[in-house]
């Protein structure tokens, strides 16, 4: 079974704090995506990264895989309240690529449930 | 372009109840799937559908079914509800292109099930 641990859980922070969130897996994926999600919606892709060490940067969001492609972690400049929300990584397994594309079966971490007090 | 819809946004259901929920995904999308999301074991996906066929399966029991139709929208069906069952569940679609890339996934804001 595919595991990818998230952490930490839970994150209570004062706004302009910097803070990373770590997703650890003992399996390979073949890309690995952040989302953000916000009560009563659906999880919304901020970024995905295929290429072991690749970093990618969204404003103040700064993303990293790891070389191995096990792991993979989310740092965030000077928090604001709007970044408040739930953290989801998900890790795309080799298996779905029945059709030469990469469906449908992602395994997610239990999120990071971020705080970002003004 | 219209996001992914997914109707009833809530329900209330008993044990032993039959529940059907539906997704309409963003036009021409192909790929629909459905995931469980609960609070103790996080977003666990349930099963994938491309051109109404399930392609793909997640580790549920047989009370958990879908479909798919020749629109792309897509129903999941659960049977025999038991109280475990209450939980967000989410649609997502995808262009599900065939060239090798990560499509992006697309989800809806999921319907809320109680039951109770």
């Known amino acids: 079974t595919q595991l990818l641990e998230q952490s930490p859980q839970f994150l209570s922070i004062q706004e302009g704090e910097n803070l990373t969130v770590y997703c650890n897996s003992s399996s390979v994926f073949s890309s690995l995506q952040w989302y953000r999600q916000e009560p009563g919606e659906g999880p919304v892709l901020l970024v995905t990264?295929?290429?072991?060490?690749e970093v990618k940067k969204l404003k103040r969001l700064t993303f990293q895989f790891g070389d191995a492609r096990k792991d993979s972690s989310l740092h965030i400049t000077a928090a604001q309240p709007g970044d408040t929300g739930l953290y989801l990584c998900?890790?795309?397994?080799?298996?779905?690529?029945?059709?030469?594309?990469?469906?449908?079966?992602?395994?997610f971490g239990k999120g990071t449930k971020l705080s970002v007090k003004p | 372009k219209a996001g992914v819809t997914q109707t009833p946004r809530y329900l209330i259901k008993t044990r032993g109840q039959q529940v059907t929920l539906s997704c309409s995904p963003i036009s021409g999308h192909r790929s629909v799937s459905w995931y469980q999301q609960t609070p103790g074991q996080g977003l666990q996906f349930l099963f994938e559908?491309?051109?109404?066929?399930?392609?793909n399966k997640g580790n549920f029991p047989g009370r958990f079914s879908g479909r798919q139709f020749s629109n792309s929208r897509s129903e999941m069906n659960v049977s025999t509800l038991e109280l475990g069952d209450s939980a967000l569940y989410l649609c997502a679609s995808s262009l599900a292109q065939t060239s090798g890339s990560t499509d992006t996934q697309y989800f809806g804001p999921g319907t809320r099930l109680t039951v109770l």
């Open positions: 998900a890790g795309d397994t080799p298996s779905s690529r029945h059709y030469g594309g990469s469906q449908g079966n992602l395994i």
């Open positions: 559908y491309f051109s109404e066929t399930q392609r």
């Open positions: 990264v295929v290429t072991g060490g």
